[in-house]
């Protein structure tokens, strides 16, 4: 796929919270949570710039729990 975006700007910000209750998954427990949130500016071909955010879990415990 062919687009004139170009990427101008990233920020991304890393949060890491604890939990109010602890989540047991299998055989693991998550008691803290780390999101990447991501703020991304761009322009198109026309000169017109826009910006969004994304935001993703990076806690993978449920995915790849501890086999027993």
Partial sequence: MKTDIRVL?????????????????????????TSLKVRVKVENGFGKVAQGWGNILLSDLWAYPDPL
């Fill in 9 to 33: 700007e990233i920020e991304p910000i890393f949060k890491k919270e604890k939990l109010y209750t602890p989540l047991k998954f299998g055989n693991g427990v998550v008691e803290e949570n």
